[in-house]
């Protein structure tokens, strides 16, 4: 059933016009250690607006008891690793004046005490902003309704005034902070209901759902993506996890058949709902530690990301570039090229996919009847008047 309300909404949204935004992750995970990286975004805000990105998504930029800015402390105090308030302003500022909007990164789902462990300040909570069954014994909230995280106290957003507290938090960052949207961080912390309340008003959202992936049942993780954003009311994307999960493996064993379903469509989420889907093959958690600036290591196969690229960048969803890739391993010519393509071509969130081929060493597919992108190492291009536009190590574009 809830597969079937999704695929009515991929239908209802298809009736409007897709959206072009390119996407790019403005930091990595050892961005905090820089030493002033707003400023670094300022600077590099001409750039970024001019190779056509027009979203770009911001480090958690308040007051936290880790640099990286996951574990909030003063939610109001907008100092942090990453620089001052100030700075933080003028790279939003920065950004705008170039044409990009900015999405905050937040950390709803914890908090940590100034302190101790629970002694929430600036604004002010008591004991019973924290869920019972928090691993701090003293929280005197309710029960949570989602996902645990040992490493904080679990917000009780059940709890009206807490949630009230928040939304006004959440119109302060809006309007004085000058943020434009959200990323939303660990969203399987709480219930969907209550992010779906927080996030109403943001023009552009996007939740992280990240599930553990079994590649030889892509269908049950993106269903997963699906029922989650059904739940929230169907207006906060999510983050295309299927996609890279399935890509890596079929980039990093040549089985290149598992980029088609069942149906012939894609097998990530952009084959299901595409208009909700915001595709990357690393970010600051699954990039490798050495080289892409990684945390987790659940790496893209280095040595294939203008591939990577070449497939989200032709295909549906929202891509997502991540700054190590485009701003320091050479590849931002490579990365450019592929963005100039899909705007020139206008391909968009909602673009369709006639796959050509998906078998060993060999993926190439048809995007709305305007650009053919082929990847894998075996060599193939399409008959008929198809000129080649761009092309590097195992992939190739073509277009009319
Ligand atoms: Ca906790
Ligand atoms: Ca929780």
């Known amino acids: 059933m809830k597969f079937l309300l999704a695929f009515s909404l991929f239908f209802c949204s298809s009736a409007f016009a897709g959206d072009p935004s390119v996407m790019l992750q403005g930091f990595h995970w050892s ?45 109001y105090l907008q100092d942090s690793k990453y620089g001052k308030e100030s700075q933080l302003k ?61 490493a904080a106290r679990d917000i009780d957003h059940a709890n009206d005034s807490i949630r009230e507290s928040l939304k006004e938090w959440l119109g302060w960052m809006k309007s004085s902070v000058g943020y434009d949207g959200w990323r939303y961080d660990y969203a399987r912390g709480f219930s969907s209901s209550y992010l779906a309340e927080y996030d109403s008003g943001s023009s552009f959202s996007v939740a992280e759902i990240w599930d553990d992936l079994d590649v030889d049942n892509s269908d049950a993780h993106r269903q997963g993506l699906c029922d989650w954003m059904d739940s929230a009311g169907g207006k906060i994307k ?12 079929a980039i990093a064993t040549g089985e290149y058949w598992r980029l088609a379903d069942g149906a012939d469509k894609p097998s990530g989420l952009i084959g299901w709902w595409p208009e909700n889907a915001v595709t990357f093959i690393d970010n600051h958690d699954t990039a490798a530690r050495q ?15 203008p591939q990577g690229y070449a497939y989200i960048l032709t295909h549906p969803g929202i891509p997502c570039v991540f700054w190590p890739h485009f701003f320091d391993l050479g590849l931002k010519e490579e990365i450019t090229g592929l963005i100039q393509v899909r705007k020139k071509y206008g391909i968009h969130s909602g673009s369709k996919v006639n796959i050509i081929t998906a078998g060993a060493g060999l993926y190439a597919a048809n995007i709305d009847g305007k650009v053919v992108v082929k990847i894998g190492p075996e060599n193939w291009h399409p008959y008929g008047d198809w000129q080649l536009v761009l092309s590097g190590n195992n992939y190739a574009v073509w277009a009319k």
Request: some cysteine; overall charge negative.
């Open 31 to 75: 961005s905090a250690k820089s030493g002033g990286w707003w400023g670094t975004l300022a600077s590099a805000a001409p750039e970024i607006g001019a190779a056509g990105i027009n979203i770009v998504w911001f480090p958690p930029s308040g007051d936290s008891l880790s640099p990286e800015g996951y574990l909030p402390k003063q939610l």
């Open 238 to 249: 999510v983050f295309d996890f299927t996609t890279k999960g399935v890509l890596q493996q």
């Open 291 to 305: 080289g892409s600036r990684g945390h987790k290591s659940w790496p893209f196969p280095q040595n294939q990301l």
């Open 90 to 150: 003028g790279a939003i500022g920065a950004m705008h004046s170039a044409g990009v909007t900015v999405l905050g990164d937040l950390v709803l789902n914890h908090r940590v005490g100034s302190s101790d462990w629970a002694d929430f300040k600036n604004p002010d909570w008591g004991l019973d902003a924290c869920t019972s069954d928090d691993e701090y014994g003293a929280c005197a909230g309710g029960a949570d309704t989602g996902k645990s995280y040992d």
